[in-house]
């Protein structure tokens, strides 16, 4: 079998077995493929096992990979840091936004999605690890930020993303991801439509799984190690 095929049976084996472990059906967690960096013959190869959900970081790489692969019936998820001046190519090019990280750009993608598709998912991403350095609403912001932004036209609000602080402690990476379940939680007080936790990714899928993660987010365990960024 080749390594793509190979790899990507193997995740959804760790997925069954921690779903077991939790007493959750695997039916509720989705993989979503982390293509960058990958060429669009890896993407072809994920397609051919199945694979349809795709993550892409960087709007300038994706769009010619999107454009190759249009022959295919792929969903494109954006999950890297969003520019202003991109939020227009960012709503008509994907399906799924899980990086949005302010309203005013929830705004943006709102007003730029052409009203002939249908509404552009989006993730609110939150700074779980608390890292000045990373991106994210704060926590104490995120409630606010949900209820203005459920309220746009063009965009449905489905739930939040996290990216926790590395790390190899399993408890860690449980804490880090039982935050963000417990804001989603408090979040369905007021916006019970909310369905979405996008967690995880290949070193800690299995502790996202048992906190409740819906998307796992998976590059490396799938595509194997990438090349750094110049
Ligand atoms: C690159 C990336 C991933 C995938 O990470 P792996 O460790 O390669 O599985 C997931 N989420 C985001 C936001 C990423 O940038």
Known sequence: MASIEKNIAAIHQRMAISAAACGRNVADIQLLAVSKTRPASDIRAAIACGQRDFGENYLQEALPKIEALADESICWHYIGP???NKTRAIANSFDWVHSVDR???ARRLGQQRDPGKPPLNICLQVNISGEASKSGFA???????AVEIATLEGL????????????????????????????????????????????GMSADM??????????????TAIFGPRPARP
């Open 82 to 84: 969003i520019q202003s």
């Open 103 to 105: 309203i005013k750009t």
């Open 139 to 145: 926590a104490a912001d995120i409630g606010t930020a």
């Open 156 to 199: 449905v609000l489905r739930g939040l993303m996290g990216i926790p602080r590395p790390t190899a402690e399993v408890l860690e990476q449980r804490r880090q991801f039982a935050l963000l379940r417990q804001l989603l939680e408090s979040l369905q007080q007021h916006l019970p439509e909310l369905d979405t936790l996008s967690m």
């Open 206 to 219: 299995e502790a996202a799984i048992l906190e409740g993660a819906n998307w796992l987010r998976i590059g």
